[in-house]
């Protein structure tokens, strides 16, 4: 009887595949999928409840750090894992805001302004990253730079947008279930409009950390082969198959 490695060899030799192949194939996909996701994972915990490493408070604001290794992840791994990655950012967000800054970052506290926001931005840095890769012929710093500045831009937008929209359209009682301060913010116009001056100005310090930090860090871990070799893009184009489409 043959052993596993030889059938498998002998399906590569003949050129024809079986279903036992097939099924190899997918659980060493799966495997790869699960650990990967697992990295993003406890880096995203570790960022998370680490002080002054995912955000900074400012405030009931705070500068998000986050947006960077969710950038890292998309122009790496391509637009599934970055959603991944964006999601965990999401999540994360939302258990800042109740479990360590409780009193700090009240808009957070709200998961369509803390999670929703932030599930996009995987996908338009990676989906940014591949078009202006072809808009600059080729010219991978400057695709980086661009996709990972977009990171910041969609996460900004998204949360300013959700904030808006809670303030005009969503009742007190819903709100004020999630975060009372919300309410009490949103009343007062004045101290409303400052706290979104703060956001704005937030944004504009995250585009360029974005910009100057993400794509080194990405150079660096192609240039060291971590989680960037041509055996790992195999892997990552075997998972994005399990995941029902290519994620580059």
Do not use: H
Request: hydrophobic residues 55%; aromatic residues 12%.
């Amino acid at each position: 009887m043959l052993t596993q490695r030889k059938r498998v060899r002998t399906i590569k030799e003949t050129g024809i595949p079986n279903k036992e192949s097939e099924q190899i194939k997918m659980k060493k996909s799966n495997t790869f999928t699960i650990t990967y996701l697992a990295v993003i994972l406890a880096l995203t915990l570790f960022m998370a409840f680490t002080p002054y490493v995912g955000f900074i408070p400012i405030g009931p604001v705070e500068i998000t750090l986050f947006v960077i290794p969710t950038a890292v992840v998309a122009i790496l791994s391509g637009k599934r894992f970055g959603v991944a990655a964006s999601t965990l950012f999401g999540l994360a967000s939302l258990a800042v805001a109740w479990f360590i800054q409780p009193d700090g970052a009240v808009f957070f506290k709200i998961p369509w302004i803390s999670v929703l926001p932030r599930i996009p931005i995987g996908l338009v840095v990676a989906l940014v990253y591949k078009y202006s890769k072809r808009l600059f012929k080729g010219n991978d710093l400057s695709a980086r730079i661009v996709g990972a500045a977009f990171g910041a831009v969609t996460n900004t937008v998204l949360v300013l947008l959700s904030i808006w929209l809670t303030a005009l359209f969503v009742p007190d009682a819903v709100i004020a279930f999630f975060s009372p301060e919300f309410v009490a913010i949103s009343a007062d116009l004045a101290v409303f409009g400052t706290i979104i001056g703060f956001i704005t100005f937030n944004f504009i310090i995250e585009i360029v950390l974005n910009a100057v930090i993400a794509p080194p860090v990405v150079y660096a871990l192609r240039k060291a082969r971590v989680f960037s070799s041509p055996a790992f893009d195999r892997q990552i184009e075997k998972a994005s198959e399990s995941f029902g489409t290519d994620v580059k």
